[in-house]
């Protein structure tokens, strides 16, 4: 029970908000594990897997096309198909979503303050 109001949350975020930065504004608290008041790249990632398995409907590992633009994200899917086998595995998924991590840190500290999700996209 506690998972389906997890990923019902987690679906009104992902549809409410377009792009990493957004999404992190509205569920920074939901992404920092720790509470630390930033959010690090483990929680980063494990947050990426997070959306991953609420946006793959038929749970084959894999995203479709479909079932990619369902999350509003900024990379397209043929950005994210890295290998461009026509899917978009975990790994590629995880690796778009930790360049968009990337480019949010912008001092380079290896986690996203409130701050730097907050601050205007510059890419
Ligand atoms: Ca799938
Ligand atoms: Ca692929
Ligand atoms: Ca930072």
Do not use: Q
């Not at 029970?1 to 939901?30: D, H, K, N, Q, Y």
């Not at 980063?44 to 409907?57: G, I, K, T, Y």
């Not at 790994?91 to 380079?108: G, K, L, P, Q, S």
């Amino acid at each position: 029970m506690w998972r389906l109001i997890a990923l019902v949350g987690l679906a009104a975020v992902v549809a409410a908000t377009p792009g990493w930065a957004g999404e992190a504004v509205r569920s920074f608290a939901e992404s920092d594990r720790n509470g630390d008041g930033s959010v690090d790249r483990r929680e980063a990632e494990r947050r990426a897997l997070e959306v991953f398995s609420f946006a793959d409907a038929d749970r084959d590992a894999y995203l479709s096309r479909e079932e990619y633009e369902s999350l509003v994200v900024d990379d397209s899917f043929a950005a994210a198909d890295a290998n461009k086998d026509g899917r978009v595995s975990t790994r590629e998924f995880v690796a778009i979503r930790m360049r968009d991590f990337d480019a949010a840190d912008t001092n380079h500290d290896g986690v996203l303050s409130p701050s730097e999700v907050g601050s205007p996209r510059t890419d």
